[in-house]
């Protein structure tokens, strides 16, 4: 069963940029942060497996249940959306809403499921585009991604700038969304890396890469949670990856529901994100569960990494 979302008064972010956006935009993003806050709350009480496995093989957990079927619900309520398609589900949900130009939505509700047992940060990640999907991710009006770690945290962009909402636990915003990073740039000296998959099985290229990354001083940060390693990047500057792997180019991480979201936000933030050739956000997917390998991070470092695969 699905728990109540609603939430009583409004705006649920304060020194609110996000009333500025379109309005059905801002209704998913308001939507969004109610979900992820009673996700946040259920955190501790559903950490289970089911014996259902997602469209990628992949044993479906509790919590990853309870969160596709909670955003899917609320969405849905918006009004304002027409399709949902969600790493969690054989087939997206479509609503009557004429689809062309109502907004839909591609999600990973919850990132890091292989984390719930050892007491790791969680998230949750959106894309937000007009019409129906697959689209290219250059085409999202917005995006957004949630971290469930020792502060629930929103990290949003309408495509400008990229803007940090904390909860509030106490005093009398306590569960409002509190505007903590403004206009976040990726900082210019990187100092954390954090590459998925194995050593032994990454691209030769991507192997010498990290030996220099290494060379360079920069730290390891990998706990297994990509929106909880990409925050890592984001805020201290470095490079973020799910590399090309040797006999599976395409590495792991799926465009629409991951990789396409988090890109908007990096480009947004003066980096940038690649499949090793091209910006992630011009890849025009063929279908909603496509991989590709995936580089993010300082746009410098990525750049160089580009290069070094085009040898
Ligand atoms: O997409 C699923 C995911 O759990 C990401 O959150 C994470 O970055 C990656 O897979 C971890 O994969 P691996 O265990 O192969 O490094």
């Known amino acids: 069963m699905v728990a109540n979302a609603s939430v009583t008064g409004s705006p649920i972010f304060l020194e609110d940029g996000v009333a500025d956006f379109e309005r059905d935009v801002a209704k998913v993003l308001e939507t969004?942060?109610?979900?992820?806050?009673?996700?946040?709350?259920?955190?501790?009480?559903?950490?289970?497996l089911t014996e259902n496995l997602n469209p990628f093989g992949e044993k479906q957990a509790e919590l990853d249940v309870f969160a596709n079927d909670l955003f899917s619900k609320?969405?849905?309520?918006?009004?304002?959306?027409g399709q949902i398609a969600s790493e969690e589900l054989q087939k997206p949900i479509t609503s009557s809403l004429e689809s062309s130009k109502s907004i839909s939505v591609a999600m990973d509700p919850l990132d890091g499921s292989s984390n719930i047992t050892t007491n790791n940060?969680?998230?949750?990640?959106?894309?937000?585009w007009r019409g129906p999907l697959p689209q290219k991710g250059r085409e999202q009006i917005a995006s957004a991604f949630v971290t469930y770690g020792p502060t629930l945290s929103i990290t949003l962009t309408a495509g400008m700038g990229v803007d940090q909402y904390v909860e509030a636990r106490e005093g009398e915003n306590?569960?409002?969304?509190?505007?903590?990073?403004?206009?976040?740039?990726?900082?210019?000296?990187?100092?954390v890396y954090g590459f998925g998959?194995?050593?032994?099985?990454?691209?030769?290229?991507?192997?010498?890469?990290?030996?220099?990354?290494?060379?360079?001083?920069?730290?390891?940060?990998?706990?297994?949670?990509?929106?909880?390693?990409?925050n890592q990047v984001l805020r201290r500057g470095g490079i973020f990856s799910y590399p090309a792997l040797k006999g599976k180019p395409d590495g792991k991480l799926r465009i629409l529901y991951e990789t396409a979201p988090v890109s908007l936000i990096t480009?947004?933030?003066?980096?940038?994100?690649?499949?090793?050739?091209?910006?992630?956000?011009?890849?025009?997917?063929?279908?909603?569960?496509?991989?590709?390998?995936?580089?993010?991070?300082?746009?410098g470092l990525v750049k160089e990494l580009e290069t070094e695969i085009a040898k």
Do not use: H
Request: proline share 4%.
């Open 121 to 128: 940060p969680l998230g949750s990640i959106f894309g937000i």
């Open 74 to 81: 609320v969405l849905l309520g918006t009004r304002v959306v």
């Open 267 to 299: 480009e947004a933030a003066e980096g940038y994100s690649s499949n090793g050739k091209e910006s992630i956000l011009d890849i025009e997917p063929k279908s909603l569960t496509q991989t590709s390998a995936f580089y993010t991070g300082n746009r």
């Open 32 to 48: 969004i942060a109610k979900g992820a806050r009673v996700i946040s709350k259920e955190l501790s009480f559903r950490v289970g």
């Open 197 to 230: 998959g194995s050593r032994n099985t990454w691209i030769p290229e991507v192997e010498r890469f990290v030996t220099s990354l290494e060379e360079r001083g920069l730290r390891l940060r990998y706990g297994g949670t990509f929106i909880g390693d990409y």
């Open 174 to 191: 306590a569960g409002r969304f509190v505007l903590s990073y403004k206009t976040i740039k990726l900082p210019e000296r990187p100092e």
